[in-house]
């Protein structure tokens, strides 16, 4: 089932999650219903908390829409290690009409709990090290232009309430 994606600035968005403590029947069920609102926004990753779920999953798909889908679900994701500076663009699906460089870690390790509650882990690079630091910042209720400059910060604020005064 697609379900809303909740955007800036909603003020679900800034609550923290919970872990999941054991994977159950439900766990699979927001999964599944993540990854078709993520598929259908489009977007490479979206959060729980995204779509007011405050519990600590997350999924990505960084292949390219030419290619077979690859869902990567992560629940209770744990970056253990990071090494390396990226500074890229990011957009999201809870802030639509806006993007801005980012200082992330260019590689990092997750660890987290698959679909049938297996520890697994990933090596990230690139787009993928981001979409999970990303991703894992909304478990913890920050937004990726909680990470701008102040002034960058204040611009998109201002734009923000811009837009949604022009919504009333």
């Given at each position: ?11 679900e ?5 919970a872990?999941?403590?054991?994977v ?17 926004a489009p ?10 779920v ?9 292949s390219?829409k ?6 990567i ?6 970056i ?16 639509p ?28 690079d ?17 937004l ?5 400059s ?5 611009l998109?604020?201002?734009k923000?309430r ?5 919504k009333?």
């Amino acid at each position: 089932m697609i379900r809303t994606i909740l955007t800036y600035p909603n003020p679900e968005l800034k609550k923290k999650s919970a872990p999941v403590t054991i994977v159950t029947d439900s766990t699979r069920e927001l999964v599944q219903d993540m990854a078709e609102t993520m598929y259908d926004a489009p977007g490479i990753g979206l959060a729980a908390p995204q779509i007011g779920v405050h519990q600590r999953v997350i999924v990505i798909d960084i292949s390219a829409k030419n290619e077979p889908p690859e869902l990567i679900v992560a629940i209770n994701p744990v970056i253990i290690h990071a090494e390396g500076d990226a500074y890229e663009e990011e957009g999201c699906l809870s802030v639509p009409s806006y993007a801005a460089n980012v200082k992330r870690h260019a590689r990092v390790i997750v660890k987290a709990l698959d679909l049938d509650g297996i520890e697994q882990t990933w090596k990230a690079d690139d787009l993928l090290a981001i979409a999970f630091q990303h991703e894992i910042d909304h478990l913890d209720g920050i937004l990726f232009v909680d990470h701008l400059s102040t002034l960058k910060r204040e611009l998109f604020q201002r734009k923000a309430r811009k837009a949604a005064e022009e919504k009333q």
